[in-house]
């Protein structure tokens, strides 16, 4: 078997090889074109060195270079790397070290983060960058026979974050794949043509689970968008090429609700959206809906379980839950000590099994222990469900915060701010703004003498230089001291509270 195969074999073996793949700007590619671009970079990165199941870290905006290469790299039989193309240079640092991977593929305009990063770790991969593409690819055929792959070797790997905030790269395997499908055809109702485009990138599990790899495995078409994601973007990219689904996260559908754009023919046009990444408010979903007239679908996955798990569907919806557990999953709320929890309106630890979960943290073994029992794996969430069966989240069981999606180390937001000039004390925590969307906010005490509105801005600048844009705060607010127990411990509750 092999990964990339149950992705592109479909519509090949059904003779849909000149239908549309994937669109992005004014470029397009059919299926047939996407096979062989695909076979042409795995025939390269065999040709530069990489052995089977070693990785390949792809530092690609989304077009056809980035869904090429990653599914080229499956077909060889290595392990594809998608990097989120905002992090900052000590973390692509450390994924260069930790993976040990001997091919990294990047955006030219990226290169200086690459060599930054390369100056702080001991790891010396072959740097190619899109501007040297057309030599990289230049004596590779477009001719590869897959590779066949045991259904538990490795077929990606997503870097994610854990409550030290060190990525941890996150195992998914070849046999995962083809449940990708599931939700993108039963619920959302994707087939061969269908067009479907996501605002959050491919690096992220919500979209390259939705959309490279169960939409392109139903045959529909990629609309595909370079750049990161605002409003403005998604509605040019929306109104020329009118996809039938829709996936975004409640920060953005919020913005395009305040620019009026909502209402307008081209969003009407869509029959599905799809909100996953934080928490959708039940007020933004029913606006939304009166909006555009369209049906809005919640739902929870992450990059441990690389598809949703929880989800509302066309046949049940509630605005305001995330939804009922999917009939491909199984999901248990449990005690800190383990006790399973059925009484409904009870917070509990989340606990999720599903053919799809990663199976491993790579060089992280005593994490991978702490929340892979049996079969299950605890995700760090915090649910209760009510008596009818829907499921709502209540926060996360350790101190992340979930911003736009992303789950942000609080302890390393707080590591960058006290390295600044004036400040004496620093605690970030996730408070939610009119909307009931997340947001970072950083309490900081000034020393003695400093001019606090010089300091915030002293803050904000240093921050900005040491931190991937979505780890910074978006507000600075100045105490005389942070509340702490009598142990020291920080009061968090009292600062949400406050907030």
Known sequence: MNGADDILGPSLAAGRGEALALICGDRSQSYDELNRSACRYGNAMLAAGVTRQQPVLLLLDDGPELVAAYLGAMKAGLVAVALNTRMAAKDLAHALGDSGAPLLLAESDLMALATEALTLTPAKPRVIGTAQFDDFLADASDQLASADMAPEDMALWMYTSGTTGQPKGAVHVHASIALGERHVRENLGVGPGDRIFSTSKLFFAYPLGH???????????????????????????????????????????????????????AFRSVTTWVSAGENLPEELCRRWMDETGGMMLEGIGSTESLFLFIASTPFAMKPGACGRPLPWTEVELRTPTGELITTPDTAGDLWVKMASLFRRY????????????????????????????????????????????????PSEVEEAALSVAGVADAVAVGIPNEDGLIRLVLYAVAEVGEHEPILEARIVESLRSKLAIFKCPRTVRFLETIPRTATGKVQRFKLREAG
Not at 246 to 261: A, E
Request: charged share 25%.
């Open 362 to 409: 790579h060089n992280r073994p005593d994490v991978t222990q702490r929340v892979l029992r049996d079969g299950w794996w605890k995700s760090g969430d915090v649910f209760s469900f009510d008596a009818e069966g829907w499921w709502t989240p209540q926060g996360r069981s350790d101190d992340m915060i979930k911003v736009s999606g992303q789950w942000v180390s």
């Open 211 to 265: 959309c490279l790899i169960g939409a392109l495995r139903c045959g529909a078409t990629l609309v595909l968008h370079r750049g990161w994601p605002d409003a403005k973007a998604a509605v040019e990219v929306i109104g020329r090429t009118r996809p039938k689904v829709v996936l975004s996260v409640p920060s953005l559908y919020r913005l395009m609700l305040k620019d009026g754009v909502a209402a307008t023919e």
